[in-house]
Nanobody, 125 residues
Framework: VQLQASGGGLVQTGGSLRLSCVASGRTNSNYVLGWFRQAPGREREFVAAIKWSGRDARYAHSVEGRFTISKDNAENTFYLQINSLKPEDTAIYYC???????????????????WGHGTQVTVSS
C-alpha cells in the first residue's frame, strides 16, 4: 500500500486544518491506519488510529477532543480533522498503515510498516 498525505499549512492558534491521506495499491480490510507527528528535536509520537473499516478510533490524550480521525471507504482516504490548534501541535504529521499485527498496538510507531512522506503543520501564537 502507498500513502500520500496532504493538507498541512500555517495557521493561527485556535485554527483548524484537515489532513488527508490517500491509500493506493494493495489494501486489506484488516489494515490499521494511523497518524503520527514529529516536532523538531522530539521523537515521533502517536496521534490517532482507526481500523480500515472506519471504526474504533483511538487518540493520544494530548489531542483527544480536538482531533478526529475518520475514513472515507469509497475513496480509500482517511482524514485527521484538527481543531483548536495550539503552538505545541506544530510538527510534521505522518500517515501510516499497519498491515500485519492488528489493532492491539495501534499506538506503537514500530508496528506500522507503510508510511507517507508527511505534511507540515505550523501553528503560530
Amino acid at each position: 500500500v502507498q500513502l500520500q498525505a496532504s493538507g498541512g499549512g500555517l495557521v493561527q492558534t485556535g485554527g483548524s486544518l484537515r489532513l488527508s491521506c490517500v491509500a493506493s495499491g494493495r489494501t486489506n480490510s484488516n489494515y490499521v491506519l494511523g497518524w503520527f507527528r514529529q516536532a523538531p528535536g522530539r521523537e515521533r509520537e502517536f496521534v490517532a488510529a482507526i481500523k480500515w473499516s472506519g471504526r474504533d478510533a483511538r487518540y493520544a490524550h494530548s489531542v483527544e477532543g480536538r482531533f478526529t480521525i475518520s475514513k472515507d471507504n469509497a475513496e480509500n482516504t482517511f482524514y485527521l480533522q484538527i481543531n483548536s490548534l495550539k503552538p505545541e501541535d506544530t510538527a510534521i504529521y505522518y500517515c501510516a498503515a499497519e498491515t500485519r499485527s492488528g489493532f492491539s498496538y495501534y499506538y506503537v510507531s514500530a508496528q506500522y510498516d507503510h508510511w507517507g512522506h508527511g505534511t507540515q503543520v505550523t501553528v503560530s501564537s
